[in-house]
């Protein structure tokens, strides 16, 4: 099974400051590789998919990079409502896929 | 859009069966370009994927090692819904759980989940 660690695992920032939060696979899954959003109570919400390319409606300061087995997402300016617990998952062991263990990104 | 809503009982006895349908609206559960998954959470276990199900000619089904013996996904295509059974539960069970709709195995639609529990 492919595992996904997150880090940091709480990340405390300011609004208007950059958000880096990294993924990294245990094994090389190409640029297989998704972010989600949840917030208290909602279901995860799609960010990015395929390593880098942002899904519908979600807002150009949300970014992905990376491939192999180093990802990262980046916030270029925090928002309020971004404050939220972020996650990665894997299709690249499909049709089993996994997710990792989240980012808690909590106001400073 | 796309919309998806689970239903079903919140508390299940120990060794018993968890069922819960997964009802669509804005799309197909034998649209042959996706599939149709059950996903839980809990803060022990995080995300864990259970399985899914498609229709490409034919039904597909595919079930995570960790439920394989115990688990079925069943589509219902007059009602446009597809179910999950979880046999022998155990409190180990008890989580949010999730339906969703993945397209090349990219998760982008979420239901609201569901609470259930496993307790006697």
């Known amino acids: 099974e492919i595992v996904l660690t997150q880090s940091p695992v709480t990340l405390s920032l300011s609004p208007g400051e950059r958000a880096t939060l990294s993924c990294r696979a245990s094994q090389s899954i190409s640029s297989h590789l998704a972010w989600y959003q949840q917030k208290p109570g909602q279901a995860p919400r799609l960010l990015i998919y395929?390593?880098?390319n942002r899904a519908t409606g979600i807002p150009a300061r949300f970014s992905g990079s990376g491939s192999g087995t180093d990802f990262t997402l980046t916030i270029s300016s925090l928002e309020p409502e971004d404050f939220a617990v972020y996650y990665c998952h894997q299709r690249s062991s499909w049709p089993s896929i996994t997710f990792g263990q989240g980012t808690r990104l909590e106001i400073k | 859009q796309v919309q998806l809503q689970e239903s079903g009982p919140g508390l299940v006895k120990p060794s018993q069966t968890l069922s819960l349908t997964c009802a669509i609206s804005?799309?197909?559960?034998?649209?042959?370009?996706?599939?149709w998954n059950w996903i839980r959470q809990s803060p022990s276990r995080g995300l864990e994927w259970l399985g899914r199900t498609c229709y490409r000619s034919k039904w597909y089904y595919d079930y995570a090692e960790s439920v394989k013996s115990r688990i079925t996904i069943n589509p219902d295509a007059s009602r446009n819904q597809f179910s999950l059974q979880l046999n022998s539960v155990t409190p180990e069970d008890t989580a949010m759980y999730y339906c969703a709709r993945d397209m090349n195995y990219v998760v982008d639609y979420w239901g609201q989940g569901t609470p259930v529990t496993v307790s006697s």
């Open positions: 395929d390593a880098s």
């Open positions: 804005g799309d197909s559960v034998k649209t042959n370009t996706v599939a």
